[in-house]
């Protein structure tokens, strides 16, 4: 059985920062596209991040325009772990933060396509 399970997430100030992580089990992370999304309240649950395999030992990161800057995906295929590190937060980043896994390498933003999600984890940044 595939579980995503997020953690990391609360609530700071804006200018802050937070590293979220999902803990993965029952799939082997390194077949896997692995991504962050993240939805705020009353709105589409959007991409943030993914994490693509290019060839041995080479990944490919991708980032929503307004987070490029300031956050970063990584992976642990060793631990099945994937993080988030979130610098200079700021409120509209304000959202529940979603793990997600897929088994393709290839480019998309789109949630649907997507295999596996984590329950969420939610990051509040004050003002």
């Known amino acids: 059985q595939v579980e995503l399970v997020e953690s990391g997430g609360g609530l700071v100030q804006t200018g802050g920062s937070l590293n979220l992580s999902c803990t993965v089990t029952?799939?082997?992370?390194?077949?896997?596209?692995m991504a962050w999304f993240r939805q705020a309240s009353g709105k589409e649950r959007e991409f943030v991040a993914d994490?693509?395999?290019?060839?041995?030992?080479?990944?490919?990161?991708d980032y929503l325009d307004s987070v490029e800057d300031r956050f970063t995906i990584s992976r642990d295929n060793n631990k099945n772990e994937v993080y988030l590190q979130m610098n200079n937060l700021k409120p509209e980043d304000t959202a529940v933060y979603y793990c997600?896994?897929?088994?393709?390498?290839?480019?998309?933003?789109?949630?649907?396509?997507?295999?596996?999600w984590g329950q969420g984890t939610q990051v509040t940044v004050s003002s």
């Open positions: 029952g799939l082997t992370l390194n077949s896997y596209t």
């Open positions: 994490h693509r395999w290019i060839a041995v030992g080479l990944y490919y990161q």
């Open positions: 997600a896994a897929r088994q393709s390498f290839s480019r998309t933003h789109e949630a649907r396509k997507y295999d596996y």
